[in-house]
């Protein structure tokens, strides 16, 4: 087994634990709270169909399309749920430009289909600034107040900062050689542990033996 | 060999690597700023909170000065005013058990009782009047401080009286804080003012009650005020605060003085 393989492994072993305790307070909690764990969910099936294509030596590429459409997607309900009590005003520019980021993905896949099987850079970059503002603003709410998702958030800014370079340049790493190449998928493998151990740090600290939370 | 190394060092890859780790030290150096931000926050917070504590633990410790104050001057008033007339009273009714007085002796004894319970009465009513008038307890705020101003008008100093309220009669403990109020100003403006003309008017604005106080006394000057609070003044705030009101001063030195107050 390779380090590559052992750091997904441990990635993947920590992302089932989560969406496993998050599934716990799943009714108890607020849609934000029930939008996040979808998140997890969804890139939990996605990491083991990623692992299935690796293990069968199929190529994944086409996968990157959907956790584009989908990370974006459930990210971006957890922030509109997350500021609607907090700033109905910010929620409602999440929805719009939501709405307009998506259409325009779409367009831009009508115009070329065959980018369904590549990686998309320009809508990777997107993507990832737009959750890095909205992680920003959240995370100045939060100097003057007490809130929840205070780890996921300082999880997601760190893992999508650091690793929207890998991402929106994936398609020319595949052409570096075989060690650089894989030194940067092991730095995402790390960061993405990373992220993980502070979304169940969350859960401990804000969910873990604690009355419901408030709804977000 | 050294443009080898250059070009080794320059690999798009090396290139991505070193972004990769600058984009995670910004990304580091950015939540630190949230921190300390916070941190900071959180602090001025701490500093706001004391701030006010301390300023409530002085309201607290004024009330209870005034509170026992006012027990020295009552004991005092009845130490001086009721005790030694009803200790003459005693010692004159001792005498009357003598039965050796001649009848005119007695008239006497029985005239001095007579004129000294008269007057111990009379100062128990005072003493009573001052602790609570019994015009504000039975016929309300507007009558109390009519009673009031009347009471301290007289050759040297003319208080005058203006109401354009109807006071709702449930008020009455809402209504007695205004009337101390009153009373300590007026107070203020005779004893250290040497105030001759004093006005007091009472006035709708909004959803509050307006109370203007007027003097042309001796003034003076409100920052000092601000910094060196009397008894009476802190007297005053702690009412006000009871009142959920406010309170603004407006004074120059030798140019009299104009108090506003605002209460529902």
């Known amino acids: 087994m390779s380090i590559l393989q052992i750091l997904s492994c441990i990635g993947l072993i920590i992302l089932l634990l989560n969406t496993g305790l998050y599934f716990i307070g799943f009714t108890r909690n607020g849609k934000a709270y029930k939008s996040f764990f979808f998140y997890l969910l969804f890139i939990l099936l996605l990491q083991i169909i990623m692992q299935a294509h690796a293990l069968l030596n199929k190529n994944n590429h086409y996968l990157s399309t959907y956790y584009l459409f989908f990370n974006f997607i459930f990210l971006s309900i957890f922030f509109y749920y997350l500021f609607y009590n907090i700033r109905a005003k910010v929620s409602s520019v999440i929805k719009y430009s939501g709405l307009a980021i998506l259409s325009g993905l779409c367009v831009q896949y009508i115009l070329n289909p065959q980018l369904y099987y590549n990686f998309n850079s320009v809508g990777f970059l997107i993507t990832y600034s737009l959750l890095i503002v909205y992680s920003v603003i959240y995370l100045l709410e939060l100097v003057s107040k007490k809130m929840t998702f205070t780890y996921i958030i300082v999880g997601m800014l760190v893992y999508f900062i650091s690793s929207s370079l890998i991402f929106a340049t994936a398609t020319s790493i595949v052409s570096f050689d075989n060690e650089v190449n894989m030194l940067i998928w092991k730095i995402n493998a790390v960061l993405f542990i990373l992220y993980q151990l502070l979304i169940l740090l969350e859960w401990i600290q804000a969910f873990y033996k604690k009355a419901p939370v408030r709804e977000q | ?264």
């Open chain 2, 1 to 264: 060999m050294d443009t080898s190394l250059l070009q080794e060092s320059t690999s798009p890859g090396t290139i991505i690597i070193s972004g990769i780790f600058l984009m995670f030290f910004m990304s580091m150096v950015l939540l630190l700023f949230f921190y300390f931000s916070k941190k900071k926050v959180i602090e001025k917070e701490l500093e706001k909170k004391n701030l006010e504590l301390q300023y409530q633990q002085e309201l607290i410790q004024a009330t209870m000065e005034v509170q026992e104050e006012e027990r020295k001057r009552i004991a005092q008033d009845l130490h001086d005013e009721i005790s030694s007339k009803l200790n003459i009273v005693s010692i004159n009714t001792h005498l009357l058990t003598n039965p050796d007085i001649p009848e005119n002796e007695i008239n006497l004894i029985r005239s001095t009782i007579i004129e000294q319970i008269g007057k111990a009465l009379e100062s128990s009513r005072r003493i009573a009047h001052d602790l609570l008038p019994p015009v504000l307890d039975k016929f309300g705020l507007d009558a109390g401080v009519k009673e009031l101003c009347l009471e301290c008008s007289n050759k040297l100093t003319k208080v005058k009286y203006t109401n354009a309220i109807l006071f709702n009669y449930e008020d009455k403990t809402r209504h007695l804080h205004v009337f101390r109020i009153l009373q300590e100003l007026i107070n203020n403006s005779i004893r250290h003012g040497n105030a001759s003309d004093i006005a007091v008017s009472f006035d709708k604005a909004d959803d509050a009650i307006v109370c203007t106080y007027t003097d042309n006394g001796k003034g003076f000057d409100v920052n000092e005020m601000k910094n060196k609070r009397g008894l009476g003044m802190k007297n005053i705030e702690s009412r006000i605060i009871f009142l959920e009101g406010n309170i603004t001063f407006d004074s120059e030195i030798n140019k009299g003085c104009k108090v506003i107050f605002t209460f529902n």
